[in-house]
T-cell receptor, first 113, second 109 residues
C-alpha cells in the first residue's frame, strides 16, 4: 500500500529565516506530487506540482520554491520567510497523467513570528 | 479568473437532519472530486465523478455532477456527529486544478 510522509509536523520560525519541508511517498512510482497551503479556516491553494524528477510547475508567484530531487521526494523551500507564509502546508500525490484523486500527507503547521 | 465556489460556507445542523453543499465552477471541469477534512486533519478523498449528470452514492452521501459539468452537490442524509468537518469539491480544467472554498459542517448532538 502507498503512504505519504511529511515532516516536521509543526514548525515555528522567525521572519527572514529559511525553510525546508520534506515530503516522501512510498509504495508507488512516478507519482504526481503537489504542495498546497491552507490558511486558517480557509481553502487549499495549490503552490507547486510535479509530474517527474526535476519538473516543477508553479501556480502562484511567491517567495517559495520546490524541488524534486528523487522520484518520490518533494521539497518545499524558502530563503527568507515572511509573516504571510504562516499556514498549514500539505503535500499530496496522485497517479498520473492528469489530476486524479489525490492522497494527502498529514501536513506541517508553520507559524512565522 | 477561474473560481470554484461552494455554498454555504458554514452549516450547523441538528443530528439527524439532512445537509447539502453546492459547488459551482466558472469553467467546465474534466471531473469533480470531493474531499472531507476533519478539524485539525488533512483532506481525505471521498469520490470522483466524471460523466455529465452522474450521480453516485456512498451510504448516506449522494454526489451529483451537473449536466454542464460546472456544478456539483453533496447531500448527506440524516447527519451524524462523525460527519463533522469541511467538505471540499475540486476539479481540473485544462492544465489547472482548483479546490472549492469549502463548506464547514457542524453537527449538534
Amino acid at each position: 500500500s502507498q503512504t505519504i510522509h511529511q515532516w516536521p509536523a509543526t514548525l515555528v520560525q522567525p521572519v527572514g529565516s529559511p525553510l525546508s519541508l520534506e515530503c516522501t511517498v512510498e509504495g508507488t512510482s512516478n507519482p504526481n506530487l503537489y504542495w498546497y497551503r491552507q490558511a486558517a479556516g480557509r481553502g487549499l491553494q495549490l503552490l507547486f506540482y510535479s509530474v517527474g524528477i526535476g519538473q516543477i510547475s508553479s501556480e502562484v508567484p511567491q517567495n517559495l520554491s520546490a524541488s524534486r530531487p528523487q522520484d518520490r521526494q518533494f521539497i518545499l523551500s524558502s530563503k527568507k520567510l515572511l509573516l504571510s507564509d504562516s499556514g498549514f502546508y500539505l503535500c499530496a500525490w496522485s497517479r498520473g497523467p492528469s489530476y486524479n484523486e489525490q492522497f494527502f500527507g498529514p501536513g506541517t503547521r508553520l507559524t512565522v513570528l | 479568473g477561474q473560481q470554484v465556489m461552494q455554498i454555504p460556507q458554514y452549516q450547523h445542523v441538528q443530528e439527524g437532519e439532512d445537509f447539502t453543499t453546492y459547488c459551482n465552477s466558472s469553467t467546465t471541469l474534466s471531473n469533480i472530486q470531493w474531499y472531507k477534512q476533519r478539524p485539525g486533519g488533512h483532506p481525505v478523498f471521498l469520490i470522483q465523478l466524471v460523466k455529465s449528470g452522474e450521480v453516485k452514492k456512498q451510504k448516506r452521501l449522494t454526489f451529483q455532477f451537473g449536466e454542464a459539468k460546472k456544478n456539483s452537490s453533496l447531500h448527506i442524509t440524516a447527519t451524524q456527529t462523525t460527519d463533522v468537518g469541511t467538505y471540499f469539491c475540486a476539479g481540473p480544467t485544462g492544465n489547472q486544478f482548483y479546490f472549492g472554498t469549502g463548506t464547514s459542517l457542524t453537527v449538534i448532538p
